[in-house]
């Protein structure tokens, strides 16, 4: 059947085809195959390729064709304490004495724990003075 020219109909008809439980996200060209089963118009696989790109789920469902990242490599085990750090902020936190956030510095070798109670918007530079001014805390020397 012959679709006129009414968006919202094209629309339509790509919908109830799209959203049948047995077909659901299936995919551009299978979406494509379905409608033109029973209709048709000027330039229907554009119109189902838009309709598909804008389906979150059709999206996140989708076969990639990247190749595969390949296999985990191991760290390097850390030789001393303090030399190997993760660092993380925890923000969101209620406002307690002007801070709001809590920085966080593990050591990789031991994993031991430094907590660090700081503002959410601080810098890079403020982010060196919290380990200028703490670094002796934290177990590392200043040199």
């Known amino acids: 059947m012959y679709v006129s020219k009414d968006e919202e109909l094209r629309i339509e008809i790509i919908q109830l085809h799209h959203d049948v439980l047995v077909v659901r996200h299936g995919g551009r060209w299978k979406m494509t195959e379905l409608v033109t089963r029973n209709y048709w118009w000027p330039g229907v696989m554009r119109d189902v390729g838009k309709y598909v790109e804008g389906c979150d789920m059709c999206q996140r469902m989708k076969n990639r064709m990247e190749e595969v ?30 801070k709001d956030t809590i920085l966080v510095v593990c050591n990789r070798l031991s ?32 040199v």
């Not at 985990?72 to 307690?96: A, R």
């Open 69 to 98: 990242a390949g296999k985990l490599k191991l760290s390097k085990i850390p030789e001393k304490p303090w030399t190997h750090l993760t660092i993380e902020f925890t923000t969101k936190l209620l406002l307690v004495a002007g």
């Open 111 to 142: 994993k031991m724990t430094y907590f660090v109670a700081t503002t959410k918007g601080i810098l890079v530079e403020g982010l060196a003075r919290l380990f200028r001014n703490n670094g002796s805390c934290m177990g590392y020397q200043r």
